[in-house]
Structures are given as structure tokens and as C-alpha cells.
């Protein structure tokens, strides 16, 4: 077991080495989106250890348990070598019970994150789960959101390229449409919003924003000025009369006497029916005595109450929605380069044939975000061939080789090759000699084009049946001349021997 000392001991060299990680990943050179976002993702996890540690060791230095002062005066005290010499004798005697532990050092963690950041490969730096859509954090997608938009009573039916245009003009809605599917609507998209800034910028406090951003909303809507709502934001029921403090009377009589006019004006501040006679007023004033204005029967209160409690709900409602709105604002922001990237990758793909979008799904045109190095990762969605300069072939060129249709050979173990071209070379080349062979079918030009094993076999029976009926049949093809000198064949021949004709 570690003792106080040692387990402070060990969370500074960890915070030190966390910090010095931190250091490398931050100058680390990154070359594509995805470095950047894995690196932000690396960096926020050493950031949560070196938070973590910091909690520990705050609590390990206040000592609340005293372990800590009671373990410094043993080492500091009279006694202090038979104390040392006491930790050997524990620290061997461990060591004797457990002969086949190996404690790995720390340092082995650190460099194996080292090796990691510096040979990174597709598999290995996966640390965030987007969609095909999303392209590891370039793109949005928001084909749900688009889906639940235009399912919303009375608004138009926008495209999704222009629902990216618009989807965040919430302020253009008629208020009246902002109903319970509106609701809905606006929930999931924030929900999307917040996941999809949390997955590309892990080092941006969310909280912190989301405090900003009310705060904002909570002035704009005192003063009218968030967009959208007019008149709406800001908006509270105007009270009118003036309190009765009622302690001082005893009974409805003794309220009485102080006239129709003053005990109306009381009744109107607590938003009770002010009319009747001066003892029916009395009454309904007196039997608010002491209770709060929940306790107070509902019965006694005037319809502009009832009225104004209903639009105190519905403003309450609205100034919800309204939050929930200045947040996806707000989102929208921070998301604006993924935004306008994503608009250009819709209107490209929708110029595309339906077979281009069948067979690529996912087909973005590279905008490499590379610099000029030669050992820079280059940015390559569909996989294209490298040309002469190391970098993908345009896609006209592409196309005009054929390179977008892909053939697969059963025989060959379902390889796919690219291209005609290279489809006709591999009928040639190892693979597929070797599954032929393994086949025990001779891989010669007759076989040219075929992909499947079961053609391979039944035309490798056609051939054998077709050889065996060429072949030499010596009863059938030896000619033998008779006496006469007509020739037969050697079947013939011996049968006329046989009966003494010839």
C-alpha cells in the first residue's frame, strides 16, 4: 500500500509528464481535419488527468485524516533510520510474496502515447464516432433535423440545401407555428448542435458558453430585443391597487370602516373580485387573512386573474422556446466553417449523375488541407489513384479509364479490381493462376472473362468432353487396306478378317 507521501510523490511526476504531453501535442504539426480533432480530443483527456490529479492532491495536502503529519514525524523523528530500515524490510518482504509482478513504469504509458501521435494510422485514430455524412467533423448532418422541418404544420417545404441556408432563421417563423412538433423540433436540433460541437471541439466549455449565452438572452428579453418575439419578450402583468396589511384588524366589521374605496383598492392588489356591497367586500378581504395567495380559494378570484395567470403560463412557454433558440444561435456560430462546407458538398454531390452517387455515397471533391511537405497526409475520401506528383488524378480522368467500376473474381477470392483495365491484367498475374490452379483447371485463354467458379467448372468440363472426342481413336482412325485395295478402318478390317472375307 502507498503511503501518504509516496502517493503525493507520485501524482506530481504524473502531473509533470502530463504537462509535458501536453507540450508535444500542442506542437505536434497537424495536417488534416481529423489530426486536429484527434488532437483536441488527446489534449482533453490529459487536461481531465491533470485536473483530477490536482483534486487529489489538494486533498491528500489538507490531511484531514492526519495520515500525512503523522507519517512526517516518523520519518522525522528520533527514530528515523530504524524507520527506514522497517519500510525496506516491508517493501522485500512484498516483493518475496509477489516474486512474479511486474509493475510497469510510467514513463511506458507516455511513450507509447508518443508513438501513437507520430505514427498514426486510420484504425488507431478513431477516438470520436461520426457519421459517413459528417466526414470525421467537415460536414453537418442534418437530414433529421431537415426531415422534422418540414413535417411542421403550415411551414414551407424547404430542399436541404436550403434548409442549410435557413435552418437557423427561427426568427422568420410565424409565432403561431411554434407549436408542440415546433417544440420538438427545436429540441433535437440543439441536442444535435451541442453533440456535434462537443465531438469537433472538445476544448470548448460548453457550460461556460451556455451561461453566456443566457445571460445575453435574459437582457434582450427584458428590453424587447430578442429576435423573433417583440412585444412578447419582456412582457408581465401590470398590478394595480395598493396592500392591506390586515394583522392590525380582527374582524370584517373593523375593515368595514375604513369605505368601499379602500377596501376595493385591496382587493385589487391581491387581483380578488372588488364588487358587492361594503360587507360583502369586508368579508372576501378578511378571509384572506393569513394565508398565502396559494391557499387563497380560487373562487374569490376576479376573471382578469384566471386570464392573466393563463397568459403568465403561456408567456412562460414562449420564454423557453425563446432560450432554447438563442442556444442554437449561438451553435450556429461556432459551427459556421462546417456550415458553409457542408452547403458546398450538398450542391456538389446533387450535380452528379445517380450513378456516381450510387456507387460513392460519400463522394467529396478534396479540399486538401495540407501544407507543402512530402510526408504531409493528403486528404483522399474516394481513394483515387496518386499521379506523377503524389497526389490524387483529377476525377475526369477517373472516369475516362474506367477506374469508378469495380470487378470482382470469385476465383481469385473475391478480389475487386478498379477499372477494366487492370481487370483484364489480373487474368494474368499470380492470384488468380493460383486459384485456378487450386481449382486444378489450367489457367489458358479460354478462360478469358470468367469470374465465377461454378463457369470455370462447367466449361472446364465442356473443354475435357470436347478433347476426349478429339482425341486418336485408333479402332476408329487406323486405315488398313484390304485385298481389293479399298480402305478401312482397323475396326472394320479385323471384323472381315474374322469371317474369312478377306
Known sequence: METTLEQQRRLHEEKERLYDAMTKESMHKKSAVREQINSDHRMRHLLDRVMDNSVRLQELYEDKDGLRKAEIQ?????????????????????????????????????????????????????????????????????????????NIKGIEKLTYVRYLDAFDRLFEIPR????????????????????????????????????????????????????????EAGSAMAHSGAHLDLSAFTSAEELASLGLDRLKSALMALS?????????????LFSTK????????????????????????????????????AQIYHLVELVSEQRAATRDNVQRRQARTDTERDEDEDDVMSDSDSGDDEDEVIYNPKNLPLGWDGKPIPYWLYKLHGLNINYSCEICGNQTYRGPKAFQRHFAEWRHAHGMRCLGIPNTAHFANVTKIEDAMALWSKIKEMKNAERWNPDQEEEYEDSAGNVVSKKTYEDLKRQGLL
Open 272 to 284: 380578488l373580485k372588488c364588487g358587492g356591497t361594503l360587507e360583502q367586500r369586508a368579508e372576501r
Open 74 to 150: 516518523a520519518i522525522a523523528g528520533p527514530n528515523e533510520f530504524g524507520e527506514f530500515y522497517k519500510r525496506l524490510r516491508e517493501i522485500k518482504d512484498f516483493h518475496k510474496k509477489h516474486p512474479n509482478e511486474v509493475f510497469v513504469p510510467m514513463s511506458m504509458e507516455f511513450e507509447e502515447l508518443n508513438q501513437a501521435r507520430e505514427n498514426a494510422s486510420d484504425e488507431a485514430t478513431i477516438l470520436v464516432e461520426f457519421t459517413d455524412e459528417e466526414s470525421y467533423g467537415r460536414f453537418l448532418d442534418l437530414h433529421e433535423s431537415h426531415l422534422r422541418y418540414i
Open 176 to 231: 403561431d407555428r411554434k407549436n408542440t412538433q415546433y417544440h420538438d423540433y427545436i429540441d433535437g436540433l440543439l441536442q444535435y448542435l451541442v453533440s456535434f460541437v462537443e465531438r469537433i471541439k472538445p476544448l470548448l466549455d460548453l457550460n461556460v458558453e451556455h451561461d453566456e449565452v443566457l445571460k445575453k438572452f435574459e437582457l434582450q428579453w427584458e428590453t424587447n430585443e430578442f429576435p423573433g418575439w417583440g412585444k
Open 290 to 325: 393569513g394565508k398565502t395567495m396559494d391557499e387563497i380559494e380560487t373562487s374569490l378570484y376576479s376573471k382578469s386573474k384566471i386570464k392573466a395567470g393563463k397568459k403568465d403560463l403561456t408567456s412562460q412557454r414562449n420564454k423557453e422556446t425563446a432560450m432554447v433558440e
